[in-house]
């Protein structure tokens, strides 16, 4: 069964860094793109940052744009997510996700394993 393990999250105040990791297990991500995806309480899952298979190409919503950086390293099979100047709003249970193939995008429906998330918490 394909497994998506998300670690790195926590509790940091405001402008500070966190780096999301996100393994992957009996599956092989170097030919999908891999997503980044958050969910704070009471609203909807919001797509954060895409990479593309190879990492050549990114995507990101506006809210996160200069201050969030998506990466991979196939070799490792991982994907990360490093977040700097964290604000109160971004407080959320964070999902990495792999997408139906190379496909870049911030829609959940493009993505067909999931990880179990993991919580950052910034305080102001």
């Known amino acids: 069964q394909v497994q998506l393990v998300e670690s790195g999250g926590g509790s940091v105040q405001a402008g500070g860094s966190l780096r999301l990791s996100c393994a992957a297990s009996r599956f092989t991500i170097n030919s999908n793109s891999m997503g980044w995806f958050r969910q704070a309480p009471g609203k909807e899952r919001e797509g954060v940052a895409a990479?593309?298979?190879?990492?050549?190409?990114?995507a990101y919503t506006d809210a996160v744009k200069g201050r969030f950086t998506i990466s991979r390293d196939n070799a490792k099979n991982t994907a990360y997510l490093q977040m700097n100047s964290l604000k109160p709003e971004d407080t959320a249970v964070y999902y990495c996700a792999a997408a139906r193939g190379d496909i870049l995008s911030l829609r959940g429906s493009n993505y067909n394993y999931w990880g179990q998330g993991t919580q950052v918490t910034v305080s102001s």
């Open positions: 990479i593309s298979p190879g990492g050549g190409s990114t």
